[in-house]
């Protein structure tokens, strides 16, 4: 049995992170009556806890009689779990509204709290760029020009839904330059990151019972969204050119691909299969979200521009973020798309939370203005570059028994294909134990993967670390083997 | 026939705003083939903008065949409206995607570009704080320490979906001060808005079908909204009390209320119906969602507690924003709820975009534990009075054969009830022109308005300017008489 928890070790009460989610498995069903958990040893080394924290919060659930211990055999959820007991009666127990809340709190998310502070010394996490590469001095002078200019112009107003005038031509301006992408200004919604201009797009064009195809592997979240929009969400397997299109059932209407990196694999999708994927579109009447994921920093070889330049039907929702190129904790991003779609978006947007806060949207609109963006993707790209070619040497060198890099073309971000059997639970936890914190394919598949692997974030990794960390790793590596 | 059109004077593309609106009213069905438009006239009088905008508006569709003129007798819905001729093929025509797109293009979102920018000299527009007040300096101040603690804590990571531990402790004390709240920080959620906790509070409480209950008058991004997540939505009376209790339907799930300040009639909701209320939501089961909108600026009396605060079920989700005492440009609330609501909402906000930006989160969390934001309430408080008392004394003096006050409590806007039939669309269009922005309050009524009233915000005008431009009222008042 897997059990999906993801403890942040930087945020405070592990114990209570712990306890919080194996309820909400019970509560939710995905842990049945009887089943049996894993051993705390087990469990403590997944998570990178400690044994002590994992029994604490297995004691605390037993004394809630949600689990029980069984000397001998194990820890088992209860029998017959008692209803939850809260510090305050919860809410309208008659209505249903405890049924709906109670399968919002089960949603086991992944990457909740991907923080590793406190986590490794070397960290090989995904997803998150180099935080000592932020232009922090630039950045800092635009968002005194965005406050300057919010007082000057809101005047205690809200603003467009769609975004500020003058953030939407930058994006299009960018977008063009760095990623073939056609669209005006007015074709550019400006929203929270690359997981609101899904949000607004599932919200719009996803009805209860209607199929979307994903990718598998592939980005839980879109695929969590998209269910909890109520679609009937298909996983679509990948191959070394990307998505295999013949795969998608006829009848999705929505199709969420990476072309420019799949997430997690890293591939980009090849020019043949981009034009079958973009026919199969028109034939069936289907909406492409083009989700640009980790696009910038092409590292070789003529860059791949997006699909979105290539659509000649208007078929393709391209979606996007500076999460990547400037810092999660911004939450910027874009949805670019025809006119239509982006008017139903918007008046979506306005309820949602009617628009985003307009100073950081004045500060980024200077920012791309101004060259900065563009500048500081090419101080990145030099970064990334250097621990991309030294992950490619370390993985063709010494960890070739064991691993074979996935090719990319961008981002910061690769896996790493198991060349043979592993026992993964033990390499992460041994790797862990001296202090490299290592991450697994399998989570990203819905399905069960077919190949074991990692996933080497190589945002929050010195490139002078890079040779040392995988050296420890070979070590684990010919222990486990040995 | 009433058409609901908000034009943005300050946007450009004055034409292009009006042809969309109609378009999306014919094509949602709001106005029938046939129908008859007003004369552009009346219109642009009612919207403050040029005939020759109208016209040429009107003139443009008729060109695409939607509008027809007939001289002599005005311009009608064609009879045979042609589907619409967009400039890129729209999106997966087959696939029912284009009839959803349609649907949310067509949503008329009431105050969807409020921005009064090139509106009347002086102004009644409701929801907009003094942009004067506004703390520039301090909150400059607050936004540098943030842009250095996200650089120092982020470290290039996503935030927790919750929000700021600072910012959900610092929210918790402030609330407990200023309205009773009784709330832990783990009870906090920090949202963009108001209108986002109310987003995702409906997208994990509200299914298909459902029955919740609003107020009549009520506030309208709120209906629609909860009509978007598939509601059944009833509009329940209020009186001089506040909401009716005994007209909620049993069935009702979901009762949203604003018990400090109505919206949009201003009077708190009295402690009777308070008591009632909790009742009724205890005995049904149901959840209520107490939006503390424009709650703060308490005039006189005994300051009226939040719903939350004498709320011993815990049946009480309470949703509030710092868009009146900051700035609504922020995009910054919160909600306050039992911690399983919370922890559910919480995966809500994730799914839907992640968590707010962390660097303003610390700017606010700073602001507030400061004392800042105090202080800044202070100030407003005293200018608002001012105009509060102003208004009070035209209303009780000069308008007083025309108007009644509706009393309030606190916030920056009241109502205004006619005490006669007034024509009300002559009386906007002639103060407009004498360069006074007046607000119907029929608007805010999805079942149609008893008796006729302006809602008068004095958030944007001074106070030296009410008694001058409610004397150029009086005059428009007198002439209509006459």
């Known amino acids: 049995m897997e059990l999906h928890l993801v403890v942040d070790p930087g945020q405070a009460d592990l114990v209570g992170q712990l306890c919080r989610q194996i309820r909400g498995l019970i509560r939710g069903g995905h ?10 040893r087990l469990l403590a080394a997944q998570l990178g806890l400690s044994r002590k924290t994992v029994a604490e919060a297995y004691a605390r659930l037993a004394y809630e009689r949600l689990l029980e211990g069984r000397p001998g055999s194990g820890t088992f959820v209860a029998r017959a779990a008692p209803p939850p007991a809260e510090p305050r009666p919860s809410l309208a127990s008659e209505s249903g ?84 992408v056609r669209a005006e200004a007015s074709e550019v919604l400006v929203t929270n990151g690359a997981q609101q201009a899904l949000d ?19 980005y839980l979240q879109a695929r969590l969204l998209l269910q909890a929009q109520g679609a009937r969400v298909v996983g ?7 998505l295999i299109v013949e795969r998608i059932p006829a009848e999705a209407r929505l199709i969420y691909v990476t072309p420019a990196h799949q997430f997690p694999l890293g591939m980009p999708m090849s020019p043949a299969r ?66 239509p779609l982006i008017e139903a978006v918007a008046n979506a947007k306005h309820l949602a939370d009617w628009h985003s806060p307009l100073p950081a949207q004045w500060a980024l609109a200077r920012f791309i203005a101004e060259g900065e963006l563009r500048k500081h993707i090419g101080r990145c790209h030099q970064a990334y570059a ?32 198991a060349c043979r059997p592993l026992d ?37 990794i010195e490139a002078l670390d890079i040779p040392p960390s995988l050296e420890r790793v070979r070590e684990v590596l010919l222990q486990l083997d040995g």
Not at 31 to 40: K, M, N, Q, V, W
Not at 236 to 242: K, N
């Open 236 to 242: 679509v397997p990948v191959d070394a050119e990307g």
């Open 31 to 40: 842990l049945a009556a009887g089943e049996r958990l894993p051993p705390t």
């Open 274 to 339: 981009r034009r079958a994927l973009l026919a199969h579109a028109q034939r069936h009447g289907a909406i492409l979200v083009e989700d640009d994921y980790d696009s910038e920093f092409r590292y070789e070889g003529r860059p791949t521009d997006s699909l979105q330049g290539l659509d000649e039907q208007g078929r393709v929702a391209f979606v996007g973020s500076f999460s990547k190129t400037l810092s999660p904790s911004l939450r910027l991003g874009y949805l670019v798309a025809p006119r």
């Open 386 to 417: 250097r621990r991309r070619a030294l992950l490619l040497e370390q993985l063709a060198g010494p960890l070739a028994p064991w691993f074979e890099a996935v090719p990319i073309e961008a981002g910061f971000h690769m896996a790493a294909l």
């Open 97 to 180: 509204a405890d049924a709906r809340i109670a399968r919002w709190r089960a949603l086991t998310l992944p990457l909740r709290h991907p923080a590793p502070q406190g986590g490794a010394r070397y960290e090989y996490i995904g997803g998150a760029p180099e935080p000592r590469l932020f232009p922090h001095e630039a950045w800092r002078r635009c968002m005194q020009h965005g406050l300057r200019q919010d007082a000057a112009r809101s005047r205690g107003q809200y603003g467009p839904a769609e975004g500020l005038p003058e953030l939407r031509e930058a994006i299009a301006r960018h977008l063009a330059f760095a990623r073939g």
């Open 200 to 218: 607004l797009l599932a919200r719009v064009l996803v009805e209860p019972g209607c199929t979307v195809a994903v990718e598998e592997p592939g």
């Open 424 to 460: 993964m639970a033990a390499l992460l936890s041994l790797a862990r134990r001296v202090e490299v914190g290592l991450y697994p394919l399998d989570v990203f598949y819905a399905e069960g993967a077919p190949r074991q692997g990692l996933v080497l974030g190589f945002g929050a």
